[in-house]
C-alpha cells in the first residue's frame, strides 16, 4: 500500500488492512511520525509529538492483531488530539504558558474511551491560547499554518488538529468546538470536522472554554471516519441508545431528505466566490434525491451578542484566580478580552441564558419543516496570519466576528453540525459546506453529510505538502 496517496489515508481504508494484517500499525505509526516531524517547522501543527509512547501503543496494537484479537475500526489508527486532552503523564498546555508544565494523573474520558478501542495517540495538537479564539494564532507557540498556504491562517482554535489530519501527519483528530472550533479549521483547511448534539459527547477532563457552550468532536478527511470515531467517544446512558444511528443507514442516501435553505442570516455577508461555491453545492442535494425548501430563522442577528456574553463569563469563572496573580502570563488578545469583561455582572450572563433558551427553541421550531439545514461554514476563505479585518463587499468586519459569525448559532442551540469540504474559492482556499441538523440527529446530518460527499470530489483534494511531493 502506498502511503503517500493521500486518498489511502482514512479509517474506512486503512481498518480492513490493518485487520487484513496487510499493513501493521507499527509500520503507519511510523510512517506518520517521521511526516509529523518533517513537516511540524512549516506547518507548526503540534505541541506535542509523543512519538515514545505511539510506538509503543503501535508494537502493542500489532502484536494483538497478530494475535488474532483485532478490537475494531480504530485498532492501531494514528490519531492526534488538541492539547486540551488529558492524556496521563503527557503535559496539557491548552496553548498556555500557565499550564506548560502541567501533566495530568489521568486520561481525559473521551482518550480513555479511544485506547479502549486500540488507537494510538500520536501526538497533541497546536490551538489559539486556550482555544479562546477562531485563527489558531498562538503567542506561545507559534502560529499554525494552513497546509494549501502557509502565510494563511489554519482557522480556529482546533487549528493543529485540522492541519495534521490535512496534511497526512495522522489519520484523525480530536478537537474541541465552543463557537465553531471544529467547524472553522475543517473549512479553512478542507476536512470534514463534526461538532455532536451538546451533551453526547463527555467533557470530563477537557480543558474548558465555556462548559454550557463547550462540545468534543472528530476532525476527519471523510465523513464515515467521522462517524466511526463519534460511535466510539458518545457518551453511556440515553444517548448511548442513538449511537448504534449514527452509522447505521450512512449509506440509504439523500432520497427524500428535506434540505433546508435559510432565508435570513447565512447567506448575508459572504464573499462572492464563496456564496457561488456553497449554492453550486446545496443545489447537489436534488441530484441525489433530496428537496430544497426554503425556511425562516427569525432573530439570528443576536447570536454573536449572546454567544459571546456567555462565553465570556464562563471563560472568566475558570481563569478568575489566574487572572488575579499571572495576568501577564496570558497572550495580549485573550488578556485583554477577559479584563474587559471583569466587571461583567451576574445577572448579564443570567439574561443571555434565558434569551439563548428563547433562540434555541425558535431554531428547532424552525426546523420542523426540514431534515438537515444547510449553508456555508464561513463567509471568506482563509485570510492572511496578520490580517485583523477582512473586506466584504463595500464593507470591512473583524477577522473573529467572520470566523465565528455562521458557527455559533448551532452552539447556542447545542445542535449537531458538520463542515464538509465542497470546492475552492477563487485564490485556490478550500470552501465548507456547513449541515445542522436536529438534536440527537447525528444519524439524518451524517447520511445527508455523506450522500453529498459521494456525488462530489472535493474530500479527494489534498495540498502538496512544503517540500513539494504530494500531500
Given at each position: 500500500m502506498d502511503l503517500h496517496n493521500d486518498q489511502s489515508l482514512t479509517v474506512v481504508r486503512l481498518a480492513p488492512l490493518i485487520r487484513r494484517r496487510e499493513i501493521s500499525p507499527l509500520e503507519l505509526t511510523r510512517f506518520m511520525i517521521e511526516r509529523a516531524e518533517r513537516l511540524q517547522p512549516q506547518l507548526n501543527a503540534f505541541i506535542t509529538i509523543t512519538g515514545e509512547l505511539a510506538l509503543s501503543q503501535a508494537r502493542e496494537a500489532t502484536e494483538e492483531i497478530a494475535k488474532g484479537s483485532y478490537r475494531g475500526p480504530l485498532h492501531g489508527i494514528p490519531l492526534s488530539l488538541k492539547d486540551l486532552f488529558d492524556v496521563r503523564h503527557i503535559r496539557t498546555t491548552a496553548g498556555s504558558r500557565i499550564l506548560r508544565n502541567y501533566r495530568p494523573r489521568r486520561n481525559a474520558a473521551v482518550v480513555d474511551r479511544l485506547l479502549g478501542s486500540g488507537c494510538v495517540i500520536l501526538g497533541k495538537t497546536n490551538l489559539h491560547e486556550f482555544a479562546f479564539g477562531a485563527t489558531s494564532v498562538n503567542p506561545h507557540y507559534g502560529p499554525v499554518h494552513n497546509p494549501w498556504d502557509p502565510a494563511r491562517i489554519s482557522g480556529g482554535s482546533s487549528g493543529g488538529s485540522a492541519v495534521a489530519v490535512v496534511a497526512g501527519l495522522c489519520v484523525a483528530s480530536l478537537g474541541t468546538d465552543t463557537g465553531g472550533s471544529i467547524r472553522i479549521p475543517a473549512a479553512a483547511c478542507g476536512c470534514v470536522g463534526l461538532k455532536p448534539t451538546h451533551g453526547l459527547v463527555p467533557l470530563s477532563g477537557v480543558i474548558p472554554l465555556a462548559p454550557s457552550l463547550d462540545h468534543v468532536g472528530p476532525i476527519t478527511r471523510c465523513v464515515e471516519d467521522a462517524a466511526t470515531i463519534l460511535e466510539v467517544i458518545a457518551r453511556d446512558g440515553t444517548a448511548a441508545r442513538r449511537r448504534g444511528k449514527m452509522l447505521h443507514g450512512l449509506r440509504q442516501g439523500a432520497e427524500g431528505l428535506r434540505i433546508g435553505i435559510p432565508k435570513q442570516y447565512f447567506f448575508d455577508r459572504l464573499r462572492r466566490d464563496v456564496r457561488r461555491v456553497v449554492l453550486t453545492a446545496i443545489?447537489?442535494?436534488?441530484?441525489?434525491?433530496?428537496?430544497?425548501?426554503?425556511?425562516?430563522?427569525?432573530?439570528?442577528?443576536?447570536?454573536?451578542?449572546l454567544a459571546a456574553g456567555i462565553t465570556v463569563a464562563e471563560a472568566m469563572a475558570y481563569h478568575w484566580k489566574w487572572l488575579q496573580t499571572r495576568a501577564e502570563d496570558y497572550g495580549e488578545d485573550l488578556r485583554?478580552?477577559?479584563?474587559?469583561?471583569?466587571?461583567?455582572?451576574?445577572?448579564?450572563y443570567l439574561h443571555c441564558q434565558e434569551r439563548r433558551q428563547a433562540y434555541a427553541e425558535r431554531v428547532t421550531r424552525a426546523m420542523d419543516v426540514c431534515d438537515v439545514l444547510a449553508g456555508p461554514t464561513l463567509p471568506i476563505p482563509a485570510c492572511f496570519i496578520q490580517d485583523t479585518e477582512v473586506a466584504l463587499g463595500a464593507s470591512r468586519e473583524s477577522v473573529r466576528n467572520a470566523l465565528l459569525r455562521l458557527t455559533r448559532p448551532a452552539n447556542l442551540a447545542g445542535l449537531p453540525a458538520i463542515s464538509i469540504p465542497c470546492g475552492f474559492s477563487s485564490e485556490g482556499m478550500p470552501v465548507g459546506?456547513?449541515?445542522?441538523?436536529?438534536?440527537?440527529?447525528?444519524?439524518?446530518?451524517?447520511?445527508?453529510?455523506?450522500?453529498?460527499?459521494?456525488?462530489t470530489p472535493w474530500h479527494t483534494k489534498f495540498p502538496l505538502d512544503p517540500a513539494g511531493t504530494e500531500g
Open positions: 443545489s447537489c442535494f436534488q441530484d441525489v434525491g433530496a428537496k430544497l425548501v426554503e425556511i425562516d430563522l427569525p432573530g439570528m442577528n443576536e447570536t454573536g451578542e485583554a478580552r477577559m479584563m474587559e469583561s471583569l466587571e461583567m455582572p451576574a445577572v448579564a459546506l456547513q449541515l445542522i441538523g436536529p438534536r440527537f440527529g447525528e444519524s439524518t446530518l451524517l447520511r445527508a453529510a455523506w450522500s453529498y460527499e459521494r456525488s
